[in-house]
């Protein structure tokens, strides 16, 4: 629990130890703190369970109708796989950072993403696996890893996140 410190507390003999400078930063934050705690603890939470499953049902709705609709598409070059646009609105042929973190969000999301919508989603995600360079890169096809720890790591991460979920799963 929050508790707001005293109006006086300022005047405590501890302000004149060697640590003031902390004191007084620690009774600024404490201030700070309980000032907002009351917005904080009447904010409703959200419910990121419900936020997974409405994103699974709009990402991968391939008869979604609107501006920007559908999300998802499907892609030849250089090998069969689905595209989530990583921006809404800017064409994408599909980085790994944000189809594998779609697959994944449904998944822990409870959705089973083997069989959703007649299609094995997580068997898709093996587009993005290079079977030469024996990594998950975030580009089909691509030979190399992006030049950042963003697209160099995180594509391998989110495949290691989809093998843990489906052990069973055959390629991963």
């Known amino acids: 629990m929050i508790t707001r410190p005293a109006a006086d507390s300022w005047k405590s003999p501890e302000l004149n130890s060697p640590h003031r400078f902390l004191i007084v930063i620690t009774l600024v934050v404490a201030f700070a703190v309980s000032a907002q705690a009351d917005d904080v603890f009447n904010t409703p939470v959200i419910d990121w369970h419900q936020r997974a499953v409405d994103f699974d049902r709009l990402a991968f709705d391939v008869n979604a109708a609107g501006p920007q609709l559908p999300l998802l598409s499907w892609r030849d ?22 189809c594998l973190a779609a697959v994944a969000s449904g998944a822990l999301g409870g959705i089973n993403k083997t069989q959703d919508r007649g299609v094995n989603w997580v068997h898709a995600c093996e587009a993005w696996f290079s079977e030469t360079a024996r990594v998950t890169f975030n580009n089909v096809g691509s030979n190399n890893g992006g030049g950042s720890f963003w697209y160099a790591v995180l594509p391998g991460v989110l495949h290691a996140q989809l093998a ?7 390629g991963l």
């Open 77 to 98: 070059e250089p090998q069969r796989h689905f595209a989530i646009p990583s921006y809404v609105g800017k064409p994408s042929d599909g980085e790994a950072i944000c």
């Open 164 to 170: 843990m979920k489906y052990p069973d799963e055959p």
